[in-house]
């Protein structure tokens, strides 16, 4: 048996905890499994005397991660602080100067300067790895970068922030509004310091723009991805969504166009019968498509300290037996810039709007959908007692173009109250 | 960099032909992922001459398997012939013998050679893979042995025989009898020539025993499997468990229990509304339970030429990149030997019988199995014209001791027409 493989952890949060009590717990089948012992060296975090209900005394302690990532005796280097810029990049930095290889959690700086990361990394003949930034638990970088190396990807999809599939699923399930069920969140503490990240998309959108560079051969385009959060999304879309067959998910999706690289993360509709439209609650799913092996689907945790854990512990059993992927799938170096495209690919749509009770009201609407070339296959108009009544449109496929052609044309025919809601329809 | 892969490819079956459209039609994308070029050098199949629609001419040509995988211009020996012994088993020898790495999708020679053959390569220090012998694209052997390496794996389940699954939904849709959609899918050409490999649940079981000896880290005990294949599963079964809100699959368990291993491939219950419930037609899923990670669930194309040939490529591509993994996850002379337990982990179980209409008869059956000690969750008795009526019981958990004291005495209690039929219901 080799050499034992030396982690240095910085950030003892849930994450970081919970790799500890992996290599506490497991020793022996980690090494039968990984060919070598796998050892903490050294830890760091932002209070030494917190108490975490495990002694540290076992391991060196450094206040500051920067030192941790230099020791001599620390082989790899896991990055579980968080944070895009900071000490994160500053430690992972100092980590790739003195030539380890580093294991991180962290979608927001990989998403910003990935690029910049991995090369320098390769440049030294090192690695970084981030299963547990993309989905939890569910080996997802592992199985598009290896599983289905052999494959042209062809489309990318995937509910990958579990607070908002949470919020949006409990919306549902109790009937309650969104402000009822984020404060809800709130208190249980599901949501990120800064919500936004969570119900804006933005964490999902990082995660995506992870895959999506991957599955093209692209760079990290986080600045490309389309964004759109859930904060929107009211108990009645959820409703009558559900009455036409479908449910609502904040659904990622990257795909290769002749126009360019489409990456949306946005509130779709999709059937409520598929995999995707079953998923409740905190789980993620990611859905690959390839050339060859066709749909590939994972479901699994997203999020949580043994989901996130084993994550990080696959990135370093792979290390130690010295598999040695690059971060990207290929080298940083050969990765192509992406023109980005506006989500362009047409697809069918769901508009919900409130119609005033006039006579010819619809067929204005109808009329003004078919001069953008926009084609009805489903409508719905609600029985209603205010002066208003709930309109709910399926579309044929279409595209973008045509639908923001035809949106402010449809306010301006007078027999609307409020602006129309559009919601895609992802064909899953 | 570095110098092509050169591949040797015997069996230019489905599975094969995918392989060599791959490599020629992804030539660069692969070279850019793997590091390297990947390259034919030669192949092998039962006849020449036959008209696969693309030229073999670039490919030196043996006839003998056994002497493609000796040949000095090959780095990787692909067995995608079949067969637990005959040509494939003596030319995996003969490339292991050579110090070539092996590719193989054949489950039933790894299932009953692997152990032998696996330590063979590994003396050699060479590898033999086999992520298209289960599930075929799906990258499920990759999530277990390397995704998941963190994790004590507590239990491993699967629909992995897409032809029994297309029987048993296509049973249910459209009402038909099992020989009829047996009849069917002999003519659309889903069954092996021996189809007791599929409906027999063998073929099943095969890859049952592969995955619980990586999961376990035990020797593949495909003998030790207890097999039951869906011959005897009647449309009234199907009718009257969907009644009761589940599904029947060919599902596959492997549980570490106090007692051993359980490996059982037999049909089961499952709730209608799981995704193992869900699942249609030929799509396979395999669901892993991880300590840490919790459970994972992956779902795909469990055959058919561009799935397969996915699956064979990922391992080329690993072994490409130099990832060098054991066959089960760690040496094969590390892996123990488990105690086979008879399926004995305690579960509810579904009841169906023909109860004579006699006064009393019920009354019969409930007291047999409360003296065995098995209580009733939920019981149905079905209205009826014949002389006997349809009862389903679904019990609560109970052991299959309990329920094989109870089977024969229901019989013995003369109220009974016919033998009553217990499937389980797995909890997934």
Redesign the interface.
């Known amino acids: 048996m080799s050499t034992p493989l030396r982690l240095g952890i910085a950030g003892l949060g849930t994450v970081g905890m ?1 790799v500890l009590k ?1 290599i506490r717990r ?1 020793g022996e ?2 090494a ?4 070598r012992a796998i050892e903490i060296s050294a830890v760091s975090a932002r209070s030494r005397d917190k108490d975490r209900g495990i002694s540290l005394s076992a391991y060196a302690w450094e206040d500051d991660p920067v030192a941790l990532a230099r020791r001599e005796d620390v082989d790899v280097f896991v990055e579980l602080m968080g944070g895009s810029d900071g000490p994160a990049k500053a430690a992972t930095e100092a980590a790739i100067a003195a030539g380890k290889d580093v294991v991180t959690a962290n979608k927001a700086m990989l998403a910003i300067h990935g690029q910049a990361l991995a090369e320098a990394a390769e440049a030294k003949g090192h690695v970084i790895r981030f ?1 547990a930034a993309v989905a939890g ?3 997802v970088m ?2 598009l970068t ?7 990807i062809t489309r990318v999809m995937g509910v990958m922030n579990g607070t908002c599939n949470y919020i949006l699923t409990r919306m549902q399930g109790a009937g309650l509004s969104y402000d009822e069920v984020f404060e809800e969140a709130r208190r249980l503490g599901y949501l990120e310091a800064d919500p936004t990240l969570d119900v804006g998309g933005i964490d999902a959108a990082h995660k995506l723009a992870l895959l999506a560079s991957v599955a093209f ?1 692209t760079r990290v385009a986080f600045d490309a991805v389309e964004i759109e959060g859930i904060e929107r999304i009211t108990i009645e879309d959820i409703h009558q969504a559900a009455d036409m067959g479908f449910r609502i998910k904040l659904l990622g999706v990257a795909q290769m166009t002749a126009r360019g690289l489409e990456q949306r993360m946005s509130p779709c509709l999709v059937p409520a ?1 598929s ?1 995707l439209g ?1 998923l409740e609650g905190g789980t993620n799913m990611v859905v690959l498509e ?12 997203g999020a ?1 300290e ?2 996130t ?6 990135d ?3 290390i130690a ?5 690059p971060t990207f ?3 940083a170096r ?1 990765l192509a810039t992406a023109k980005p495209a506006r989500a362009a690919t047409p697809a069918p749509w769901y508009l919900r709007m409130q119609l005033e009770d006039k006579p010819g009201a619809l067929a204005r609407i109808a009329a003004v959908l078919g001069e953008s070339g926009i084609s009805i296959n489903r409508m719905r108009q609600y029985g209603h007692e205010e002066p208003t009544a709930p309109v709910l449109i399926v579309t044929h496929k279409t595209t973008r173009e045509a639908l923001d052609h035809a949106l402010p044309r449809l306010g301006d025919t007078g027999v609307l109250a409020g602006e129309p809601v559009a919601i895609r329809i992802e064909d899953v």
């Open positions: 919970g992996i497991h089948m980690l039968a499994r990984a060919g299963e638990g569910i080996p592992k199985a290896e599983g289905l190396a052999g494959n042209e051969g019968d995999p079953q390839g050339d060859s092996a066709g749909q590939i689907v994972l479901r699994g945790a949580g043994g989901p854990a084993s994550a990080v512990m696959s370093v059993i792979d037996r010295h598999t040695r992927i799938g290929q080298p050969s």
